[in-house]
């Protein structure tokens, strides 16, 4: 069973995987160029703080943590968050 904080920390790594895979020279053309595409239809670090407080005040049945207490928790790894002023480069050969 998947716990909020789970669920909420699996957003955030994706997320964060997404920016570091575009970033990654050594990963061949088109598959940084698939992480932007993605990247820029994936919830960023604030979209996934206001679906928080929305479902907190919904009767939905998903629940999920506060992405700042997901990155309190896990403050010694190395997350490049998505955020909505995260601007990836398009990937260049």
Same mark, same amino acid.
């Given at each position: 069973?998947? /716990?909020? /904080? %789970?669920? /909420?920390? +699996?957003?955030?790594? #994706?997320?964060?995987?997404?920016? $570091? !895979?575009? %970033? *990654?020279? /050594?990963?061949? !053309?088109?598959?940084?160029?698939? +992480?932007?595409?993605? +990247?820029? $239809?994936?919830?960023?670090?604030?979209?996934?703080?206001?679906?928080? %407080?929305?479902?907190?005040?919904?009767?939905?049945?998903?629940?999920? +943590?506060?992405? %700042?207490?997901?990155? #309190?928790?896990?403050? *010694? !790894?190395?997350? #490049?968050?998505?955020? $909505?002023?995260?601007?990836?480069?398009?990937?260049?050969?």
């Amino acid at each position: 069973m998947t /716990t909020p /904080t %789970e669920r /909420t920390r +699996a957003l955030l790594w #994706a997320g964060s995987l997404l920016v $570091h !895979l575009s %970033e *990654d020279e /050594t990963l061949p !053309l088109p598959l940084r160029r698939r +992480a932007v595409t993605i +990247a820029r $239809h994936f919830p960023t670090l604030e979209d996934v703080s206001w679906i928080t %407080e929305s479902l907190r005040e919904s009767v939905f049945s998903i629940q999920m +943590a506060s992405p %700042e207490q997901v990155l #309190a928790e896990d403050s *010694d !790894l190395d997350l #490049a968050s998505l955020r $909505h002023s995260t601007r990836l480069r398009w990937p260049d050969e």
